[in-house]
């Protein structure tokens, strides 16, 4: 049983190990796409196997739990592991023709990988201080990533990633140190008990406080998002891709796990300032969005925006919101990604991600129009497209809860979100280029093309499925939001999941 | 003793704080350096400490004396210094190689990433005029 939770852990890391052997070589990238293909597997695999078995557990080391390090897949840990592996493969094969030789030299696949091994850390762990290992593991590839190639602009984003990153990563470590004081454990299924008898509310409270703004900084909330929008833009569009898509949903992720496993002893309290943050984070997202004039940079404002839908399940608390809040989370991983190959494609053939630079997209490559279309739709909301399921159900939930200011402001952002997507499109597709060139895909060498756009054609019709058959999705957000919900399974999983010990 | 660490982690803080708000990148790391100092001590301190009982099991016995050390946040420690270590390094390298390239190391300066947009780019401003100029001559 251990190996299917260990394997989506291991094979890229293996992976990594072979990608940076072979890095000077064309091998090293097909490494890379292999072992991604590989992680995609696995995960499939322990998908299967939690939808069976509902949780699963497997103590490491054999140590047994609260004791040892526990790996745990519920179903929100499930998809999200299979959502890693769909983006992790995508972006990889997008790669191919992506980064550059040099990049590659400098051990660009091995990075990658090992960024794909800690966001499946941090989703499959059962542990505290594990999952701030895991944290580190992703942090440390996604610095290399970042600034791998050494532009002057990268390097300026690179400086406030790394510093406001590690002060939420200080503050992650004291709250651990400070919540194990209390409880004596360090153990999430533990946890959910030993906080039920902490004689000090109050301070506990206070640790719930650490850990949302330390969760917060990696999930870009406002008002601690300001790395996230000086950075993402500046480096790889494969590596923009992939941060955009996973690395703030581990923020949320973790935030999500902890307010629905442990820190549910003063909802109303922890739980009020996380809908504020839920609202304002999706208007200063969306406001950011309005005022940028660069394709990329418009889409990392929107990461911000959208970061506060889930936030708004997670803060309404009720069962409809949760189901929004993972269905949410799964829906924008994939359009988010995508969005950001599309303005990958874009750059390549018309020359620059600054939108008064380009033009004439549509008319000459409307295949690229098409596939920008879906995504930006969806992430908008327009039926029947997977984001309108995922605000639909948010904004009922909101609504039946009697949260009219909420369901209010989120509408409205969905509105800006809209304008400013027609921004992107006004000026990348339907206006001739400044320059007089006229973009084509066919201008692109066949291999690269092929290598470009399947992913995001791949993508784009995920999206487009997820919208057309909704049901088996939202039942299986229901059943996550559930498990949340009544963490008692996940508890008993955990803990008595203890191997035979020998006496 | 736990008093005594206790003030020495709020001191510790204190001073990071002030050195985190300077405009200096450098001296930024250095207060990380120190809060993740504070952090650690925080991590050991609520571990309780009993000193002088090492975390040992008498000869004969399979579970330690009573009230041993506890040895688990001493193994977090541990880690977190490890990997504090290597988050410093990489830090300290990418902020010597900004100096390098950028020439500064004051924070305010860099707006390389995010340009101050008060006026549009002399490209902006090309672009907008031929953009006019098609829309007049069709």
């Known amino acids: 049983m251990s190996w299917i939770l260990a394997t989506p852990i291991i094979i890229p890391f293996a992976t990594a190990v072979l990608a940076f052997?072979?890095?000077?070589?064309?091998?090293?990238?097909?490494?890379?796409?292999?072992?991604?293909?590989?992680?995609?597997?696995?995960?499939?695999?322990?998908?299967?196997?939690?939808?069976?078995?509902?949780?699963?557990?497997?103590?490491?080391?054999?140590?047994?739990?609260?004791?040892?390090?526990?790996?745990?897949?519920?179903?929100?840990?499930?998809?999200?592991?299979?959502?890693?592996?769909?983006?992790?493969?995508?972006?990889?094969?997008?790669?191919?023709?992506?980064?550059?030789?040099?990049?590659?030299?400098?051990?660009?696949?091995?990075?990658?990988?090992?960024?794909?091994?800690?966001?499946?850390g941090a989703f499959l762990t059962g542990d505290l201080f594990n999952l701030y290992v895991w944290f580190e593991v992703m942090l440390i590839s996604s610095f290399g990533l970042l600034i791998l190639g050494g532009q002057r602009q990268q390097l300026d984003g690179?400086?406030?990633?790394?510093?406001?990153?590690?002060?939420?990563t200080i503050l992650f470590l004291s709250g651990v140190g400070l919540l194990y004081g209390m409880t004596g454990t360090l153990n999430m299924a533990d946890l959910h008990g030993a906080v039920q008898d902490v004689d000090n509310p109050g301070l506990l409270v206070v640790i719930a406080v650490m850990f949302m703004i330390a969760f917060g900084v990696k999930a870009a909330v406002f008002p601690l998002f300001f790395w996230l929008p000086a950075s993402y833009h500046t480096p790889a569009i494969s590596v923009s891709a992939i941060f955009a898509g996973l690395l703030t949903k581990v923020g949320v992720y973790s935030l999500i796990r902890m307010f629905t496993l442990v820190f549910t002893t003063d909802v109303a309290y922890t739980h009020t300032i996380l809908l504020w943050v839920a609202g304002f984070t999706m208007v200063t997202g969306v406001l950011g969005a309005a005022a940028m004039n660069d394709f990329r940079r418009i889409l990392s404002f929107h990461i911000v925006s959208q970061i506060g839908y889930m936030i708004l399940g997670l803060a309404l608390f009720t069962p409809l919101a949760l189901v929004g809040a993972v269905f949410y989370l799964v829906h924008h991983i994939i359009v988010k990604a995508n969005l950001f190959l599309v303005a990958g494609v874009a750059r390549r053939i018309a020359g620059s991600t600054e939108l008064s630079q380009i033009g004439g997209l549509y008319k000459t490559a409307p295949l690229l129009a098409l596939l920008f279309?879906?995504?930006?739709?969806?992430?908008?909301?327009?039926?029947?497209?997977?984001?309108?399921?995922?605000?639909?159900?948010?904004?009922?939930?909101?609504?039946?809860?009697?949260?009219?200011?909420?369901?209010?402001?989120?509408?409205?952002?969905?509105?800006?979100?809209?304008?400013?997507?027609?921004?992107?499109?006004?000026?990348?597709?339907?206006?001739?280029?400044?320059?007089?060139?006229?973009?084509?895909?066919s201008s692109l060498p066949p291999k690269d093309r092929a290598a470009l756009l399947t992913p995001i054609a791949a993508l784009a019709i995920l999206t487009c499925i997820i919208g057309l058959f909704p049901e088996p999705f939202v039942q299986f957000a229901t059943r996550s939001a559930d498990q949340l919900l009544n963490p008692e399974v996940y508890v008993q999983t955990v803990l008595s999941a203890a191997p035979e010990v020998s006496q | 003793?736990?008093?005594?660490?206790?003030?020495?982690?709020?001191?510790?803080?204190?001073?990071?704080?002030?050195?985190?708000?300077?405009?200096?990148?450098?001296?930024?790391?250095?207060?990380?350096?120190?809060?993740?100092?504070?952090?650690?001590?925080?991590?050991?301190?609520?571990?309780?400490?009993?000193?002088?009982?090492?975390?040992?099991?008498?000869?004969?016995?399979?579970?330690?004396?009573?009230?041993?050390?506890?040895?688990?946040?001493?193994?977090?420690?541990?880690?977190?210094?490890?990997?504090?270590?290597?988050?410093?390094?990489?830090?300290?390298?990418?902020v010597y190689r900004t100096y390098q390239n950028l020439g500064t190391l004051n924070s305010d300066e860099m707006r390389l990433a995010?340009?101050?947009?008060?006026?549009?780019?002399?490209?902006?401003?090309?672009?907008?005029?031929?953009?006019?100029?098609?829309?007049?001559?069709?």
């Open chain 1, 21 to 120: 052997l072979f890095r000077h070589g064309p091998e090293g990238r097909w490494i890379s796409v292999l072992g991604s293909a590989g992680l995609l597997i696995a995960s499939i695999i322990l998908m299967v196997e939690v939808l069976d078995q509902g949780v699963i557990a497997a103590q490491m080391g054999q140590w047994a739990a609260p004791f040892g390090i526990t790996l745990v897949a519920d179903l929100l840990s499930a998809v999200m592991v299979v959502i890693t592996g769909i983006t992790g493969l995508a972006v990889a094969i997008y790669a191919l023709a992506d980064v550059e030789e040099r990049k590659e030299q400098l051990g660009y696949h091995a990075l990658y990988q090992v960024l794909l091994a800690g966001v499946c």
């Open chain 1, 158 to 168: 690179g400086i406030k990633y790394v510093t406001l990153n590690l002060i939420s």
């Open chain 1, 373 to 441: 279309l879906i995504p930006a739709f969806s992430l908008a909301g327009f039926p029947p497209l997977s984001g309108f399921w995922a605000k639909f159900v948010l904004i009922k939930a909101a609504l039946e809860d009697g949260g009219y200011v909420i369901a209010a402001v989120a509408l409205i952002v969905g509105l800006l979100t809209i304008y400013s997507m027609t921004k992107i499109w006004g000026n990348a597709f339907w206006k001739p280029h400044p320059a007089g060139l006229q973009p084509r895909l």
């Open chain 2, 1 to 94: 003793m736990e008093l005594l660490v206790a003030l020495m982690v709020g001191v510790l803080v204190a001073a990071s704080v002030h050195l985190m708000l300077a405009r200096n990148v450098l001296r930024f790391i250095f207060g990380l350096v120190l809060i993740s100092n504070a952090a650690n001590l925080t991590i050991f301190v609520s571990g309780r400490l009993t000193p002088e009982s090492p975390p040992l099991i008498p000869e004969g016995a399979t579970t330690p004396v009573a009230d041993a050390a506890n040895a688990l946040p001493q193994a977090l420690v541990l880690t977190a210094i490890v990997i504090g270590f290597g988050l410093f390094a990489f830090a300290l390298t990418l």
């Open chain 2, 114 to 138: 995010e340009p101050l947009e008060s006026k549009p780019s002399a490209a902006k401003q090309v672009a907008e005029k031929q953009y006019i100029a098609r829309d007049t001559t069709s």
